[in-house]
T-cell receptor, first 116, second 115 residues
C-alpha cells in the first residue's frame, strides 16, 4: 500500500523565494495534517483538513504561510516570501475518520527545507 | 486543555534490557486514543502502538507494550529486549474527538541503546 507521499524531499532556496510543498495522502483518508519540526520548537501542528476543508489553521505562523487541499488526494503548503527562520522539516500526515480516536496518523517522509 | 507530557529528554539502556519511556496526559474527555511514534535519525515518523481509553487491557505489539494507568493518566511505553535499532526519538500522542480529532504530541524522549 502506498503511504503518504511528500515532495520534494529536500528543498534549498534563497530568502524571498516562494516555496511549495506537496502532499498526497493515503487513499481514503479523511484527515490531512501539516506539521513543522525544528530542534527549538519540536513538532508543531500548522493546519489540518477534514474532507478537504480546513478545520484549524491557528498553528500557521503568519500570513506568509498558506495551505490548500483542492481534492482528496492532494494538498500544498506554500511559503511566500520565505525566510531563513522557516528552515525546518515539514511533515504531512493523514488519518481515517472511521473508527474515531483509534485511527493513527500516518506520516510522509517529510520535506527538509533550508532557506539561505 | 489537552496536553501530553514527556519528562525524560534522554534515556540510555543497555542492549537486551527493557526500558520504560514515560508519558502523562491531560484531558477531560472520556473517549481518547493514545499513540506512540518512533523517529529514527533518518527522520521518518513510525507508528508503534495504540491504546484506547476504554481498553481494559494494555496494548502490545511485539516488543512494545503500553503500560496504561487511566487513573494516573499515564501511558508509558515499555520496550523489551532493547536492540541497537531502537535508538531513536519517541513521541507520545493523544487524539480526542471533542477537539476535532486532532493529535497532541509530547516533546519526545531520545533513547540511546548501548551495546
Amino acid at each position: 500500500d502506498a503511504g503518504v507521499i511528500q515532495s520534494p524531499r529536500h528543498e534549498v532556496t534563497e530568502m524571498g523565494q516562494e516555496v511549495t510543498l506537496r502532499c498526497k495522502p493515503i487513499s481514503g483518508h479523511d484527515y490531512l495534517f501539516w506539521y513543522r519540526q525544528t530542534m527549538m520548537r519540536g513538532l508543531e501542528l500548522l493546519i489540518y483538513f477534514n474532507n478537504n476543508v480546513p478545520i484549524d489553521d491557528s498553528g500557521m505562523p503568519e500570513d506568509r504561510f498558506s495551505a490548500k487541499m483542492p481534492n482528496a488526494s492532494f494538498s500544498t503548503l506554500k511559503i511566500q516570501p520565505s525566510e531563513p527562520r522557516d528552515s525546518a522539516v515539514y511533515f504531512c500526515a493523514s488519518s481515517l475518520q472511521t473508527g474515531g480516536v483509534e485511527q493513527p496518523q500516518h506520516f510522509g517522509d517529510g520535506t527538509r527545507l533550508s532557506i539561505l | 486543555a489537552q496536553k501530553i507530557t514527556q519528562t525524560q529528554p534522554g534515556m540510555f539502556v543497555q542492549e537486551k534490557e527493557a526500558v520504560t519511556l514515560d508519558c502523562t496526559y491531560d484531558t477531560s474527555d472520556q473517549s481518547y486514543g493514545l499513540f506512540w511514534y518512533k523517529q529514527p535519525s533518518s527522520g521518518e515518523m513510525i507508528f508503534l502502538i495504540y491504546q484506547g481509553s476504554y481498553d481494559e487491557q494494555n496494548a502490545t505489539e511485539g516488543r512494545y507494550s503500553l503500560n496504561f494507568q487511566k487513573a494516573r493518566k499515564s501511558a508509558n511505553l515499555v520496550i523489551s529486549a532493547s536492540q541497537l535499532g531502537d535508538s531513536a526519538m519517541y513521541f507520545c500522542a493523544m487524539r480526542t474527538p471533542n477537539t476535532g480529532n486532532q493529535f497532541y504530541f509530547g516533546t519526545g524522549t531520545s533513547l540511546t541503546v548501548i551495546p
